[in-house]
């Protein structure tokens, strides 16, 4: 993995896989992100938690090249990089898993997992176009053994008769074909029951241990407490908290998300990092 | 379950493979099995009223008059896939027939270079319908069935006062008229039966060699040996009679080539995957607008090559060509056979089984000499029915992905 991990250099900055300065936008007068800073780093999680409207999914829209930001630099290992459409993104190694999942109820699971991408056969095979269904079904397969996704047995089964756990299961192992390096994920726990958070859960602790910098949205504290390395708190806009998950209560995130202790102008004094 | 396992292993598989076919029933999934019972049924009750109705020389004019239909249905199928509709396949036939006829008879083309130019026009109207549909999101049903009496005026049109052309004997009334002698008929079904066996088995060594599952062989011989009696079941009807059509062959080469496209290619799965979740196909990569133009071309190309088979059946071309309930059958067909009206669900071989019941129920009931007010509140019924089977199937699937 990158020795960006722990370094720290001589100017006493870390270089991170990913990261933001002072990125804004703003819808009309409603001034969405102003001045935001964020990183992740290979072979972590960062939850980006805050309220609804504190400007997570316009972060995340920006990261992916979905929404461009007025301003802001976007460092990739530590080199500037312009993200200024959802291929740019992809080129550079940043996968999105959105909440709605993207998902072909119709199709299999293989066919779900190379939406887009299909592979072809080889030799005559390739000159009817015909695809290479047994390749994608092995490369399915081990994709899922590599993820130890074990609660999907069947890859010819349809999508749309999977629960929600490999349904996200589903969603993130095809994130992972394009080989990124940034995973984005839009709450990925919403609407699953506690068996299949749990698997989602130890899917996103399989990503970390891959050397994969994880970015989770979500609303569910005991769940970023559970999976997520650093807490990044979001609040009307700006960047209002980060605290390592090992050293910090739930009732601290809680207050700076809803700014009962800090006010607005707390932002770096109880940095923890 | 002591006793179960006591059981030979052959006799075991066979009853898998009957426990497995009624889970799918119960599941609508084995929609083609529940169509065949279907067909049985209505074949059972017109033989018991008529017993001309499963005769070797009836049950040929029955492939003969639904030669067409299947051959639209086809085309409808792929469109229905993408969950769009086309409304136009009637009046685009009986059109684009006309053209193929005006150009033969009136301006002494060659008949390949008129069928040709019927199909291009075909595919030109196609081209429209999906341009309208994708360029101005109009939705296909309005675009199609504006179209649709645009091309009714335009067939009136172009055939001018006398309303009718006649087709003389030639290249076109022959796709209808030619029977081949038995020994090629079984030639046919052999080198079918080869093609069908040798695709099943190369499918299985690929797949093992690729270290993955494989069916049972059971299940597989079973497929193979229905299909197989089918075809031989087919080919002996046909030898019995006249021989094997012409037409027949053209219709299951069509069948066979749109279910290689839309099972086995790239294009085919885009289509699924459209008719699925446009949005998921459209982040996925895939230029949805282009296979919806695509599609629509393909559809309306369809619907001509059913006119100039219709035309060929009938050796002329008319004022109510590809009207009436031609269209109503084109669509009924595939949808009763389990092709959904929701997109992303469905088979071109649908298209078929869709046009035997149909024109099993028609001609049956042309043999009892029925009443149209009757036909016509049968086939409807029918279609409601199929409708409703395959809305219960799909509220079922949903309710047990909810669990």
Known sequence: ??????????????????????????????????????????????????????????????????????????????VPMKISSPQDATRLGIATVYQD??????????????????????????????????????????????????????????????????????????????????????????????????????????????????????????????VADRIIVLRLGRRAATFDVRGVSREDVVAAITGAEFGLHADTAKESV | MSAQQETPASVRGMGDIFRGLGRKLA??????????????????????QNPRFLSPGNLTNLMLQQAAVATMSIGVVLILLLGEIDLSVGAASGFCAAVMTVLMVLHGVQPVLAVLAALATGALI?????????????????????????????????????????LSNNFVTALTSTFFPPLVGWAVAVVAIALILATALAGRSTRSKAGLKVGSLGGMAFTVIAIAAAIIAMVFVFNEDRGLPLVVCIVFAFALVFAYVTERTR???????????????????????????????????????????????????????????????????????????????GSVWSALLGALVIGSIANGMDLLSLASSVKYIVTGGVLIAAVTIESITRMRRHSTLIE
């Open chain 1, 1 to 78: 993995m990158t020795p960006a991990t722990e370094s720290i250099g001589a100017t006493g900055v870390r270089t991170y896989l990913l990261s933001l300065k002072g990125v804004s936008k703003a819808f009309g007068a409603n001034q969405a992100l102003s001045g935001v800073d964020f990183e992740v780093d290979a072979g972590e999680v960062v939850a980006l938690v805050g309220d609804n409207g504190a400007g997570k999914s316009t972060l995340v829209k920006a990261i992916a090249g979905v929404q461009l930001c007025d301003e802001g630099t976007f460092y990739f290992n530590g």
């Open chain 1, 101 to 226: 999942l993207a998902l072909c109820d119709n199709l299999d699971v293989v066919a779900n997992l190379y939406l887009g991408h299909e592979l072809f056969a080889n030799g005559i095979g390739r000159f009817g176009f015909f695809l290479d269904e047994t390749g994608m079904e092995r490369r399915s397969l081990e994709l899922m053994d590599s993820l130890a996704v074990t609660t999907i047995k069947d890859v010819r089964v349809n999508v749309g008769s999977l629960s929600g756990g490999q349904r996200q299961a589903v969603a993130i192992a095809r994130s992972l074909l394009g080989d990124p390096k940034v995973v984005l994920l839009d709450e990925p726990t919403a609407a699953l029951g506690v068996s299949q958070t749990e698997q989602v859960l130890t899917l996103i602790g399989t990503l970390r241990k891959r050397g994969l910098g994880v970015v989770v949205i979500s609303h569910n504290l005991e769940n970023v407490f559970a």
């Open chain 2, 27 to 48: 599941a609508g999934e084995a929609g083609p099995l529940l169509v065949l019972l279907m067909v049985g049924a209505i074949w059972t009750f017109f033989q018991t």
């Open chain 2, 126 to 166: 196609g081209l429209f319908n999906g341009f309208m549909v994708t360029r101005f999101k109009i939705p296909s049903f309005v675009v199609t069935l504006a179209g649709s009496l645009t091309l009714v005026g335009l067939l009136l049109y172009i055939l001018g006062d006398t309303g009718t052309l006649n």
């Open chain 2, 267 to 345: 294009f085919g799965r885009h289509m699924f995957a459209v008719g699925g979740n446009a949005e998921a196909a459209r982040r996925g990569g895939i230029k949805i607008e282009h296979v919806r133009l695509l599609v629509f071309m393909l559809g309306s190309t369809m619907a001509a090559a059913g006119g100039i088979l219709a035309a060929s059946r009938l050796m002329a071309v008319n004022q109510s060509s590809g009207g009436s309930d031609l269209l109503l059958m084109a669509i009924a067909g595939p949808v009763i056979a389990g092709t959904s009206l929701f997109g992303g669900r």
